[in-house]
Nanobody, 115 residues
């Protein structure tokens, strides 16, 4: 059974920082490129950042502010979020890149950026 558990979200003021963590299980984590996604009410889920084997990719809206990383020995992925903006407010999820495990979305972790 594929499972994802996200954590690390919270309430932060604009310009603040948070680090999100994702713990995955039930599949060969190290084989896949992995991504962070986010979703706000009334919007589609958005691809935020992806970490593969040779590098990382980011949505334009978070470039130079977010850093994605992974620890394959622990089946974990992280998202260091700096200089947070109000528009970063969302529920953040982790899943496989390109073709997520659609039956295994976690509960996500809420990030709220507010002054």
């Amino acid at each position: 059974q594929v499972q994802f558990v996200e954590s690390g979200g919270g309430l932060v003021q604009p310009g603040g920082s948070l680090t999100l963590s994702c713990t995955a299980s039930g599949f060969a984590f190290s084989v896949y490129a992995m991504s962070w996604y986010r979703q706000t009410p009334g919007t589609a889920r958005e691809l935020v950042a992806t970490v593969g084997f040779t590098g990382a990719d980011y949505a334009d809206s978070v470039k130079d502010r977010f850093t994605i990383s992974r620890d394959n020995s622990r089946n974990m992925m992280f998202l260091q979020m700096n200089n947070l903006k109000i528009e970063d407010t969302a529920v953040y999820y982790c899943n496989r890149y390109r073709s997520p495990f659609n039956d295994a979305w976690g509960q996500g972790t809420q990030v709220t950026v507010s002054s």
